[in-house]
C-alpha cells in the first residue's frame, strides 16, 4: 500500500572523519523515501528551490518515487551544514539555511489521496498537523520529531502527537518529551500522549519497540540491534533510513501482525546500517533488495539463538 | 565444572534515586560468584577483615559457594561508599579504602586447584596475573579491568591480557585500552593482545561479544539486548552478575560450542537484569532457577523473530 511521506528534501555540506562532501541531497522526506522504497510505493510531499534540478530528480526517479508532490519555486531549497569530527554519534550543526521551506505549504496532489500510510517526517508539527489534517481517509499515521520541536513548540507537538498512531524517536528525544529519564516509564508517558506504538531509536545500540502501553499495564517490548560497524562513513539521515525501512515494510504487509512490527524493526536497522556506509544517499541510492534480504539474515544471526 | 574467581569481597554504602544501603555486601568476587553459583559450582579467592562475620559467610554458605579461599585477617573489609543521584549508568565514587585489600596475597587452597575455569575480576592486574601463574591447569580464563588499570598500570595490565582466554568490559573501557572510539576496530585491537572472545557490556543497551578476530577478518559478533527496566534500584555489580551467569553458564556445558557462547551471553544479561533490581546482592540471594530460566524466555522473545 502507498505511503505518502511529507518532510525536508534538501541539501546538505558533511565532513566526518571519512572526509567531506558538498552539496549531497540530503532531507528527512529524501532518506525515508529511498529506504521505503524497496518495500512499497512511496509519494513525497516537500519543497524545492531552483537548484534542485534533473540531477536530483533522477535519484527519486529511479527508484519508482513518485515526486508530483514535491513544489518547485523560486529561491534556493533547504541547506544544512554539519559535521561529525568529535562525535559520529552527534551532528554539530554549522549552518541552517531554511530557503524555500521557510513558507512552505504543504499541497497535496490529488493522486496521492488514496495513500493508506501517512509518515510525517521531522519538520515543523504546524505542518506536520495540516497534512494529517488534508489526508483524513489514511489508515496508518507515524511521525518523527526532535529536541528543537520539543522543547520551544511543545503545545503544537502535542497537538500532532495525538493523531498519531506511531512516533519514531531517540532516546533523548523519548525522555526530553517525557521529562523522565528512565526509557521504559518515559516510553509510557509517551504513549499517554496518542500514539499506540513507539520506537525509540539508539544509534549504535539498535532500536526499541514499544506497543500497548496503559497506565496500569507495561507495553509489550521488541528489541532490534544495530550492525556493529567497521566504518561509519556518514551517519546522516541513518535515523529517517530506519523509518523508511520500517515504514516501508509495514506497508507492504497484508496485515500488522505482531511479528510484521518485529520483521519491521529488523528491515529498519538494516536500512539504517546501509545509510551510513556512504556519504548522503549514495548507498542507498546503488542497494539491492537481494543486499537487504541478506542483511537482515546477517542481523537475525547476529541476534538469534538456534 | 568448579569456576575459581579471585576478586574483591567487600562492603558498600550505597545511594540510588531509590534509597540508600549502608554496608552491604558488595565486591566484584561476590556478585560474581552469587550469579554463577545458579550454574555451576564456584570456589572464591579473596580477604576480608573482622567486620565479615556470620552473616555475610552465610550469604555464600545459601548458594554453596566454596569459602575456604576467603582469607580472614586483622582490620577491615575492602569498603566502597557511592552515589547513582544524577545518573544511573555512571557511579560517583565518595569513598574507597582497600583496607585489608591493600596487602591482599592470594593463596589458593589445595581443594580448588581441580578448577577448570578461572575468573579474574576486576582487581590489580599485578595479582590477576599471580593467580593465573599459580593456577596454570586451569583450561579456560575470563578477566575483567576497569579505567583505572588501563590507565595508570597499563604494562602489568598488557600482561595479564596476554594470558587471558576471554576478556569481560564495557563500551568505555574497551575503547580506551584500544585508543580507539569505533567499537569494532577497537575489537579488533584487544583481540590482538591476548583474548580470542571478547564481551563488551553496553549497560542498558545490553553487550557484544565478539569471537576469533585477526588482523585480516573481522570477528564473528553476537549481541544480546539488556531488559528495558521501569526501575533500576541499584546498579552496582551489574557487570559482575553479567560475568557470572555468562561465565557460570559456559562452565557447565559439555563443550563451548557457538551455540553455547550465544546462551551464555543471555544467560548474562538474565543475571544482570535481576542484580539491579534490589540494592547489592539482595536479588541475587532470593532469585530462583525457575525465575532465572523465564526470563531467559522473555529474552528471547524480546529479540526474536517467529
Same mark, same amino acid.
Given at each position: ?80 551544514? =554539519?559535521? @561529525?569530527?568529535?562525535? !559520529?554519534?552527534?551532528?554539530? $550543526?554549522?549552518? *541552517?539555511?531554511?530557503?524555500? /521551506?521557510? &513558507? ?98 539508539? =544509534?549504535? @545500540?539498535?532500536?526499541? !519497540?514499544?506497543?500497548?502501553? $496503559?497506565?496500569? *499495564?507495561?507495553?509489550?517490548? /521488541?528489541? &532490534? ?82
Amino acid at each position: 500500500m502507498a505511503i505518502t511521506v511529507v518532510g525536508s528534501v534538501a541539501f546538505d555540506s558533511i565532513e566526518t572523519p571519512a572526509g567531506r562532501r558538498e552539496r549531497c541531497l540530503g532531507g528527512a522526506a529524501t532518506h525515508f523515501s529511498l529506504a521505503a522504497s524497496f518495500f512499497t510505493e512511496v509519494r513525497v510531499i516537500a519543497v524545492v528551490g531552483e537548484d534542485f534540478g534533473p540531477e536530483q530528480e533522477a535519484v527519486f526517479n529511479a527508484r519508482g518515487i513518485d515526486t508530483r508532490g514535491i513544489e518547485r519555486i523560486a529561491g534556493k531549497s533547504f541547506f544544512w551544514e =554539519g559535521s @561529525y569530527l568529535e562525535n !559520529l554519534n552527534e551532528a554539530k $550543526t554549522h549552518t *541552517t539555511e531554511l530557503n524555500v /521551506f521557510a &513558507a512552505f505549504e504543504p499541497k497535496i496532489p490529488d493522486a496521492y489521496r488514496d495513500s493508506h500510510f501517512l509518515f510525517l517526517a521531522n519538520i515543523d508539527p504546524v505542518l506536520q498537523r495540516r497534512v494529517r489534517e488534508a489526508m483524513p481517509d489514511v489508515r496508518l499515521v507515524a511521525g518523527d520529531t526532535m529536541n528543537y520541536w520539543i522543547k520551544d513548540h511543545r503545545a503544537a507537538l502535542l497537538e500532532v502527537l495525538k493523531g498519531l498512531d506511531m512516533l519514531l524517536i531517540n532516546d533523548t528525544e523519548v525522555k526530553m518529551l517525557a521529562g523522565n529519564n528512565n526509557l521504559v516509564q518515559a516510553a509510557r508517558a509517551v504513549m499517554a500522549l496518542g500514539p499506540n506504538t513507539l520506537v525509540v531509536k539508539h =544509534g549504535e @545500540y539498535g532500536a526499541t !519497540l514499544f506497543q500497548g502501553a $496503559t497506565a496500569e *499495564t507495561t507495553a509489550r517490548t /521488541f528489541r &532490534a540491534p544495530a550492525l556493529p560497524l567497521e566504518e561509519v562513513v556518514d551517519p546522516t539521515g541513518a535515523g529517517d533510513s530506519f523509518a523508511g525501512g520500517f515504514f516501508g515494510y509495514l506497508a507492504s504487509q497484508p496485515e500488522l501482525t505482531p511479528e510484521a512490527f518485529r520483521r519491521a524493526m529488523f528491515y529498519g536497522s538494516v536500512m539504517g546500517s546501509f545509510a551510513v556506509e556512504r556519504f548522503g544517499t549514495e548507498r542507498l541510492q546503488q542497494v539491492t533488495r537481494k543486499e537487504i534480504d541478506d542483511r537482515f539474515i546477517l542481523f537475525r544471526e547476529l541476534t538469534h539463538l538456534a
